[in-house]
Nanobody, 118 residues
Framework: QVQLVESGGGWVQPGGSLRLSCAASGISLSEYTMGWYRQYPGKQRELVAWISNYGTKYGESVKGRFTISREIPEHIVSLQMSSLKPEDTAVYYC?????????????WGQGTLVTVSS
């Protein structure tokens, strides 16, 4: 059974930092594109960052402020967030994605809330 469990969310003042972690079980991180997405109330989820064997990709609004990393043996994907802004306030979700020959595989965590305010 695949599980993605996020942790590290919480409240932080503007300009501060937070580190989110995603503990993955039931999959090998080297076989999946691991990503972080966020969702605002009433909006669709948007890409924050992803990491794969081919590199990383960041959403435009977080470039230069957020860093995604993975520890394959520990099955951990992390998102280091710095210079946080109020508009970074959202629920952050961990995602595991793999292309398939007949269908793709897509897993989501339960989400963790990040609140940036003074």
């Amino acid at each position: 059974q695949v599980q993605l469990v996020e942790s590290g969310g919480g409240w932080v003042q503007p300009g501060g930092s937070l580190r989110l972690s995603c503990a993955a079980s039931g999959i090998s991180l080297s076989e999946y594109t691991m990503g972080w997405y966020r969702q605002y109330p009433g909006k669709q989820r948007e890409l924050v960052a992803w990491i794969s064997n081919y590199g990383t990709k960041y959403g435009e609004s977080v470039k230069g402020r957020f860093t995604i990393s993975r520890e394959i043996p520990e099955h951990i994907v992390s998102l280091q967030m710095s210079s946080l802004k109020p508009e970074d306030t959202a629920v952050y979700y961990c995602n595991a994605f793999k292309w398939g020959t007949t269908r793709n595989t897509n897993y989501w965590g339960q989400g963790t809330l990040v609140t940036v305010s003074s």
